[in-house]
């Protein structure tokens, strides 16, 4: 009874912030299925329908089956592109104790330091130097480069916690370094492969300001997070169909999370018990 109630605000806490996320969701959840009147006149009330209409209205007038495709594959490809980048980097890094990697691991570590906006015109520069301004090739290329700092730094956390006899055993039977990293540090960091998957997926899928400078409003080469502010009208706007889009958007990232929920979890706890 006394540990009950010791931990008895903890479990008000508990409760009073998932109530604080759970309205919300709700409220976003229920609007889909309204129309505007719905929506102000009875805001928590459950929709009179869950037909689907506005996820259709909002589906067509945004082109959301092209900005879906679209984002699905500048993420996918800038995902595999960090991966191969940053896997090699961090198995350096975790590897070498000469003081260059030391010091090239702390320069990883300033890229947190570097607001996003701040390399934004000198990246819109680059875009037309090269002749990939107005493309989603340059995203490929660019959005890696942002994503280097975070995904280094974990990997190679991850990366030094394997022992070293295992690669001095597999050294002995010949394996050279690429199966060293492949055969040997991937499948033991797969918990911080998968935390770094979700992490970037997050960044590149709700990725905006450089979707919109760098591939425009294009229908055909735009992103989800472009498309959706096309709903909105000076007019008036159709909250319904606007939230509807919104949930669109959102499957593809619940599917990711449920993916790879269970890796992170394990890189957290494994995290929690070496601290």
């Given at each position: 009874?006394?540990?009950?109630?010791?931990?008895?605000?903890?479990?008000?806490?508990?409760?009073?912030?998932?109530?604080?996320?759970?309205?919300?969701?709700?409220?976003?959840?229920?609007?889909?299925?309204?129309?505007?009147?719905?929506?102000?006149?009875?805001?928590?009330?459950?929709?009179?329908?869950?037909?689907f209409g506005n996820f259709r209205t909002a589906y067509d007038s945004a082109d959301l089956g092209t900005a879906v495709v679209n984002s699905a594959l500048v993420t996918a490809l800038a995902l595999a592109l960090t991966l191969l980048l940053a896997l090699p980097a961090a198995f350096a890094l975790a590897r070498s104790r000469s003081r260059l990697a030391s010091a090239m691991e702390k320069i990883f570590s300033l890229?947190?330091?570097?607001?996003?906006?701040?390399?934004?015109?000198?990246?819109?520069?680059?875009a037309a130097a090269t002749g990939l301004f107005h493309t989603r090739l340059f995203m490929v290329l660019f959005l890696p480069a942002t994503a280097m700092p975070l995904s280094v730094v974990i990997l190679v956390q991850f990366m030094r916690t394997i022992p070293r006899e295992m690669e001095e055993a597999a050294r002995m039977d010949g394996a050279s370094t690429y199966t060293v990293l492949r055969h040997i540090y991937i499948p033991m960091c797969l918990p911080g492969i998968a935390t770094v998957l979700l992490l970037n997926f997050l960044t590149f899928w709700n990725e905006y300001l450089y979707s919109l400078i760098i591939i425009g409003p294009d229908p055909e080469q735009r992103t989800v997070q472009v498309a959706l502010?096309?709903?909105?009208?000076?007019?008036?706007t159709d909250y319904g169909v606007l939230t509807a889009g919104t949930v669109l958007t959102l499957v593809p990232v619940w599917v990711v999370y449920t993916v790879l929920q269970k890796r992170m979890q394990q890189a957290l706890v494994n995290g929690a018990v070496k601290a």
């Open positions: 009874m006394k540990l009950g109630k010791r931990w008895l605000p903890a479990h008000l806490l508990v409760w009073t912030y998932a109530v604080l996320l759970i309205v919300p969701l709700y409220y976003f959840l229920a609007s889909a299925f309204k129309s505007n009147e719905e929506i102000f006149a009875h805001p928590f009330a459950l929709p009179s329908s869950f037909g890229g947190f330091l570097i607001p996003t906006f701040a390399a934004l015109f000198p990246t819109f520069l680059l502010p096309t709903l909105k009208a000076v007019t008036g």
